[in-house]
């Protein structure tokens, strides 16, 4: 890097830092709308984009008119009424950890391409893997063979690391898929509430979303444990095997629990794999009060756990965990003379875990987080969240005109406001035009309700009244 361009970086960086703090310190004070979605074509226009493209030269002046009106026109995170989805809140040590990894690009998949960030990535492993009660894989690789210990591996999103845990399982149950393809009486057993990407995965192996049974399950879309010996018959009547069951640790719509110690049990009795998606209430392992909720995790085979929800970091940033790390690292079979080969050397790589090739450095910045926040901060952080939701389950209750179908596990909370307020979704439209609470939906039992994720460490029970106190205005209105 030349002299010059040392001096533009930080003059620029300058700008970008100062731009974001304005940025922070205005929405964190609950100023300005919290969402507003101006028409593309007018943000195309307001940002400058052709001419920037066509001329170059963000830097100085012209890099800070484009940074106010990006930020200007952004869903604004930090706001204390950003309360809709389960997007992370991020530590600023995150923004940080983006600029090294941006500025440095590292890489996260073979050691040599960055012994300190694959270092990182299998450290983390190893951390959530004892969370989890789960055996470290050893630091001496030479130790390596032979025994058993747990692995993972740091994924582009609880999508993928769903994906790339039920390869693991299908290629434990029908090793031969990768020459052969899929025997076709694969099966998969799922409640209904799983999210979205379990569905797709299934489709994606080619085993077709009818291959998904759905497990038995109360109102609320939480597994029956006594009634999987019925769903598992299922399979067997229709002369099908299973490759996994797959259980909820924060379902996506209401962020409650699945009974994860009766269905282990059950699982291990008939080795089934057992995936846990955790995606969404797995960083409650880190807390005093709420890890029970994840009593009997560690009878699992593999856990999806995303650190980008509950965990303040920027997405991506998932943990995919197993138990036995060997099924991990046969789950993919292809070659690459490039890159696989017997090597000696002081290190490790993720590659041939992973579906993609090239893997960005995703430790950096939890690793960065949880230094800067300490284990137990991190956890007292989701215990406030936890302990919030629940005390907006009691205030909404206490309303006459609000009630919730079920009263949360986690930060995830569904309600409603009686007819007279509209139809949530309607409900829905007409609060984010006016901008000032961001709140989503989602269908449990067949009824669309209102929903609140809670993950913003700047929102507390105010916030939440004066929702209540805009949504009656807005049934009079
Ligand atoms: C339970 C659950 N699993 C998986 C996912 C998908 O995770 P990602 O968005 O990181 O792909 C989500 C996201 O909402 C989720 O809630």
Redesign the pocket.
């Known amino acids: 890097m030349g002299r010059e361009t040392g001096l533009a970086f930080a003059a620029d960086a300058e700008i970008v830092v100062q731009a974001l703090i304005d940025y922070y310190e205005r929405s964190v004070a609950g100023e300005g709308p919290v969402i507003h979605q101006p028409p593309l074509g007018k943000l195309v226009a307001d940002m400058e984009l052709p001419a920037l493209v066509r001329e170059g030269g963000l830097s100085g002046a012209r890099l800070s008119r484009f940074m106010d009106r990006y930020l200007s026109a952004l869903t604004r995170i930090y706001h204390p009424a950003n309360i809709a989805h389960?997007q992370a809140v991020p530590h600023y040590m995150v923004a940080l950890a983006g600029l090294v990894d941006n500025f440095v690009s590292s890489d996260g998949s073979i050691y040599e391409l960055g012994p300190a960030s694959v270092t990182i990535e299998y450290f983390l492993i190893n951390w959530l893997l004892e969370k989890v009660g789960w055996t470290p894989a050893p630091l001496d690789l030479r130790q390596a063979a032979g025994g058993t210990y747990g692995g993972g591996i740091l994924a582009n999103?609880?999508?993928?690391a769903?994906l790339t845990a039920l390869i693991a399982a299908r290629t434990r149950l029908a090793p031969d898929v990768w020459q052969e393809g899929n025997p076709g009486d694969l099966a998969l057993l799922a409640p209904a509430e799983t999210?979205y990407?379990i569905a797709r995965a299934a489709g994606i192996m080619g085993l077709g979303h009818r291959a998904v049974y759905p497990l038995d399950v109360d109102e609320w879309g939480v597994v029956l444990p006594d009634r999987l010996p019925d769903a598992c018959a299922r399979v067997a009547a229709d002369g099908k095997r299973s490759v996994a069951l797959i259980a909820?640790a924060?379902?996506?719509a209401a962020g409650l629990y699945d009974p994860l110690e009766e269905i282990g049990a059950f699982c291990r009795e008939r080795d089934l794999w057992f995936h846990v998606?955790a995606?969404?209430g797995g960083p409650a392992i880190l807390t005093e009060r709420y890890r029970g909720l994840l009593r009997g995790v560690e009878l699992a085979d593999s856990v999806?756990m995303?650190m980008?929800?509950l965990g303040r970091v920027t997405?991506?940033c998932?943990a995919l965990l197993v138990r036995d790390a060997r099924s991990l690292d046969e789950a993919f079979t292809q070659e690459a003379s490039y890159l696989f080969y017997e090597k000696d050397q002081p290190g490790y790589d993720f590659l041939h875990r992973t579906i993609e090739c090239t893997k960005p450095v995703l430790g950096l910045k939890l690793f960065m987080v949880l230094a800067a926040m300490g284990e137990a901060g991190l956890g007292a952080y989701i215990e406030r969240q936890f302990d919030l939701t629940a005390q907006v389950y009691e205030y909404l209750q206490g309303l006459p005109d609000f009630s919730c179908p079920v009263a949360p596990q986690s930060n995830i909370l569904c309600f409603q406001a009686d007819r007279a307020a509209g139809r949530p979704l309607a409900l829905r439209d007409r609060l984010l035009k006016r901008g000032n609470y961001y709140v989503s939906t989602a269908v449990l039992n067949g009824q669309r309700y209102l929903r609140l994720t809670l993950n913003n460490p700047a929102t507390t029970l105010d916030e939440i009244k004066g929702l209540v106190r805009e949504i009656r205005e807005l049934r009079t209105t």
Do not use: M
Not at 157 to 160: E, K, M, P, Q, R
């Open positions: 389960q999103g609880g999508s993928l769903n999210h990407s909820n924060g379902t996506t998606d995606a969404h999806t995303n980008h929800k997405a991506f998932t």
